[in-house]
């Protein structure tokens, strides 16, 4: 502690003043470097390190003398050093890597199933760059291809904008689909698209205001959901195959298929029936591609008239058994509309699924039964409830929580949890300037709760990922019901995504949620994992649970800055800012350059 001289003003200890001089030369050469050009980064860990307060004495001087301070070992232990793993990690997925496989038939394709690794084979390293990496382009610089899947040009990724996937053009084919779904009004604000290559119907769709979860299998040789994280688009590595889709029951305004290889008659329906569960009543389904439209390309397929005409009567006799009108068939696109409740449709046969919360999906397998919809008094009720058009949905007290399903949150406990992450974000802004601006564009919240942080931040700059843990209160049906997207995880294992996907990493109370879990560090070492090299990642936590969380982050080459609570030092709540530094894995061995 500082001391009072006989003038009455406070005098700092050498101890003090040695510390706030090395931390600020730190922070000083760390902006220098990112500011000199020698990384392949931006000058993010600059601007950010800018904010520190640096300014305790008017008379220090940063020339190059300051390296000739003497840096007194603290007494305390110092933080483990987490080595790098070997280069050949460098895309290493976790959990999409094990032997637990799936094979859809007819295309006679495999694909990996979610399947984490046991502890003693988790890698405990940090997963390096690639040699050469490079932080992608500030949204929305991305080239469109005219044809194929992807180019590479230069330095320069060039997507698909129309060709094999979209023939007339993803524009073109979005405006054939507004011509019977209601995209331009708002109406429509969430979608699902399965099997989505490069994910450029979600891409195009986010000029429209419509956000798009979008997923992929892992594909050692195209490394699709990748290269969509890379341009901006959302997206995660997941199929359909025998465990449910992450996501809550009626979450989805608009789901689709183009030419997306899923087999929608095998296992009795039931993919389709998973796709009904997950899409929201009065929602629309796009078949795009195989069977439809196979009196013009049978024989581009190679399979005989009989069996695609066989194939798309039995996706008719489905979406009737699942109450899908269908509204639209011209050329290759196909559109149904689910019933808005169970009054308004007739059912041949109902193979309801009974007694099992249909939002209990994590690790849950899918049976061959239809989700019941919520129970409605008249015909003309949405089941589940009605929703406002987006952008009123956002800040609108959600159907759930009006219908009193989520236990202890009320409309009242609702609007004022909006309101306290409107004044979070808002000191966030303060914290790190670059928050809202298109250098975080890829944005992650691990412990989403209602969903405040990312409708607080809602901006076509970026897009949020609303993580709901496992361990914690189930509210991922009012995120989209907000109009946000989301999925759940546990954060005991990796997450369904490549490494250095995300810009920014929310974690608000996410430590202390698991601190008789999991470990620490291995959260930590997934967060590493996820984020990019110069991403940032904002902490809140109780003081101590911080602390414990800043001493292994100093061993993961990040750069960290505790901040007082927004309401003032004395809060017990504290926040924890972290930069993660630019390196990549060198090409001789597992060291970094």
């Given at each position: 502690m500082g001391k009072h001289?006989?003038?009455g003003s406070r005098t700092r200890s050498?101890?003090?003043?040695?510390?706030?001089?090395v931390l600020c030369g730190f922070f000083y050469m760390l902006g220098a470097w990112q500011k000199s050009g020698f990384g392949k980064g931006d000058t993010i860990a600059s601007q950010i390190t800018?904010?520190?307060?640096c300014n305790i004495f008017t008379d220090l001087s940063f020339e190059t003398h300051h390296n000739d301070v003497e840096i007194v070992e603290p007494s305390e232990p110092k933080a483990k050093v987490f080595k790098p793993c070997d280069v050949k990690y460098s895309d290493y997925t976790p959990c999409q890597e094990q032997d637990r496989a799936m094979k859809f038939p007819r295309e006679n394709m495999t694909y990996r199933e979610r399947h984490c690794p046991p502890e003693d084979e988790k890698l405990h390293c940090l997963i390096p760059a690639p040699k050469g990496y490079m932080t992608p382009f500030p949204w929305p610089k991305v080239e469109k291809a005219v044809q194929n899947w992807v180019q590479f040009q230069g330095n320069v990724f060039k997507f698909p904008g129309g060709g094999t996937m979209f023939p007339q053009g993803a524009d073109a084919y979005i405006d054939e689909l507004a011509s019977v779904i209601p995209i331009k009004d708002g109406s429509v604000r969430t979608a699902l698209d399965t099997g989505c290559g490069v994910a450029s119907w979600g891409a195009y769709l986010l000029k429209r205001n419509v956000l798009t979860m979008s997923f992929a299998p892992r594909d050692n040789h195209e490394a699709q959901v990748q290269f969509a994280l890379e341009r901006g688009v959302p997206a995660v590595i997941g199929v359909l195959g025998t465990i449910h889709l992450p996501y809550p029951s009626r979450a989805f305004d608009m789901a689709q298929c183009s030419r997306c290889l899923i087999p929608w008659t095998s296992n009795d329906g039931m993919y389709l029936m998973e796709v009904d569960r997950v899409l929201r009543p009065g929602g629309y389904w796009i078949l795009s591609g195989p069977p439809i439209n196979w009196k013009t390309y049978y024989q581009t397929w190679k399979r005989s008239k009989e069996e695609l005409r066989a194939e798309q009567r039995s996706i008719e006799e489905l979406a009737e058994s699942l109450c899908w009108e269908k509204k639209y068939e011209k050329g290759d696109i196909a559109i149904w509309r689910k019933k808005k409740n169970d009054k308004s449709c007739k059912r041949k046969s109902a193979n309801k699924c009974k007694s099992r919360d249909p939002d209990d999906v994590w690790y849950k397998q899918m049976e061959t039964c239809i989700t019941p919809f919520p129970e409605v008094s008249s015909t003309k009720e949405v089941a589940g409830g009605e929703l406002k058009k987006f952008p009123s949905r956002l800040f609108d007290v959600p159907p759930r929580i009006a219908n009193g399903e989520v236990e202890g949150v009320t409309g009242k406990s609702y609007q004022e949890d909006s309101k306290l992450w409107k004044k979070h974000v808002n000191a966030y802004k303060k914290m790190n300037s670059l928050i809202g601006t298109r250098r975080y564009r890829n944005v992650m919240d691990m412990n989403a709760g209602l969903g405040g942080f990312a409708a607080a931040l809602e901006s076509p700059k970026s897009w949020v990922?609303?993580?709901?843990?496992?361990?914690?209160?189930?509210?991922?049906?009012?995120?989209?019901?907000?109009?946000?997207?989301?999925?759940y995880h546990d954060w005991c294992?990796?997450?369904s995504t490549y490494p250095r996907t995300y810009d920014l990493i929310h974690a608000n109370g996410v430590f202390s949620l698991y601190e008789n879990t999991c470990k620490p560090e291995d959260i930590l070492l997934e967060m590493d994992r996820i984020l990019r090299p110069e991403g940032a990642v904002i902490f809140r936590d109780e003081v101590d649970t911080l602390n414990?969380?800043?001493?292994?982050?100093?061993?993961?080459?990040?750069?960290t800055k505790m901040m007082d609570h927004e309401d003032g030092p004395l809060m017990p709540e504290k926040i924890l800012i972290a930069v993660k530094q630019y390196w990549v894995g060198s090409a001789g061995n597992s060291t970094s350059d």
């Amino acid at each position: 502690m500082g001391k009072h001289n006989s003038s009455g003003s406070r005098t700092r200890s050498p101890l003090s003043i040695l510390i706030v001089i090395v931390l600020c030369g730190f922070f000083y050469m760390l902006g220098a470097w990112q500011k000199s050009g020698f990384g392949k980064g931006d000058t993010i860990a600059s601007q950010i390190t800018k904010q520190a307060d640096c300014n305790i004495f008017t008379d220090l001087s940063f020339e190059t003398h300051h390296n000739d301070v003497e840096i007194v070992e603290p007494s305390e232990p110092k933080a483990k050093v987490f080595k790098p793993c070997d280069v050949k990690y460098s895309d290493y997925t976790p959990c999409q890597e094990q032997d637990r496989a799936m094979k859809f038939p007819r295309e006679n394709m495999t694909y990996r199933e979610r399947h984490c690794p046991p502890e003693d084979e988790k890698l405990h390293c940090l997963i390096p760059a690639p040699k050469g990496y490079m932080t992608p382009f500030p949204w929305p610089k991305v080239e469109k291809a005219v044809q194929n899947w992807v180019q590479f040009q230069g330095n320069v990724f060039k997507f698909p904008g129309g060709g094999t996937m979209f023939p007339q053009g993803a524009d073109a084919y979005i405006d054939e689909l507004a011509s019977v779904i209601p995209i331009k009004d708002g109406s429509v604000r969430t979608a699902l698209d399965t099997g989505c290559g490069v994910a450029s119907w979600g891409a195009y769709l986010l000029k429209r205001n419509v956000l798009t979860m979008s997923f992929a299998p892992r594909d050692n040789h195209e490394a699709q959901v990748q290269f969509a994280l890379e341009r901006g688009v959302p997206a995660v590595i997941g199929v359909l195959g025998t465990i449910h889709l992450p996501y809550p029951s009626r979450a989805f305004d608009m789901a689709q298929c183009s030419r997306c290889l899923i087999p929608w008659t095998s296992n009795d329906g039931m993919y389709l029936m998973e796709v009904d569960r997950v899409l929201r009543p009065g929602g629309y389904w796009i078949l795009s591609g195989p069977p439809i439209n196979w009196k013009t390309y049978y024989q581009t397929w190679k399979r005989s008239k009989e069996e695609l005409r066989a194939e798309q009567r039995s996706i008719e006799e489905l979406a009737e058994s699942l109450c899908w009108e269908k509204k639209y068939e011209k050329g290759d696109i196909a559109i149904w509309r689910k019933k808005k409740n169970d009054k308004s449709c007739k059912r041949k046969s109902a193979n309801k699924c009974k007694s099992r919360d249909p939002d209990d999906v994590w690790y849950k397998q899918m049976e061959t039964c239809i989700t019941p919809f919520p129970e409605v008094s008249s015909t003309k009720e949405v089941a589940g409830g009605e929703l406002k058009k987006f952008p009123s949905r956002l800040f609108d007290v959600p159907p759930r929580i009006a219908n009193g399903e989520v236990e202890g949150v009320t409309g009242k406990s609702y609007q004022e949890d909006s309101k306290l992450w409107k004044k979070h974000v808002n000191a966030y802004k303060k914290m790190n300037s670059l928050i809202g601006t298109r250098r975080y564009r890829n944005v992650m919240d691990m412990n989403a709760g209602l969903g405040g942080f990312a409708a607080a931040l809602e901006s076509p700059k970026s897009w949020v990922m609303n993580v709901v843990p496992t361990t914690a209160k189930n509210t991922l049906g009012v995120i989209y019901e907000r109009g946000l997207i989301g999925i759940y995880h546990d954060w005991c294992e990796g997450f369904s995504t490549y490494p250095r996907t995300y810009d920014l990493i929310h974690a608000n109370g996410v430590f202390s949620l698991y601190e008789n879990t999991c470990k620490p560090e291995d959260i930590l070492l997934e967060m590493d994992r996820i984020l990019r090299p110069e991403g940032a990642v904002i902490f809140r936590d109780e003081v101590d649970t911080l602390n414990k969380v800043r001493k292994f982050a100093e061993g993961m080459r990040w750069d960290t800055k505790m901040m007082d609570h927004e309401d003032g030092p004395l809060m017990p709540e504290k926040i924890l800012i972290a930069v993660k530094q630019y390196w990549v894995g060198s090409a001789g061995n597992s060291t970094s350059d």
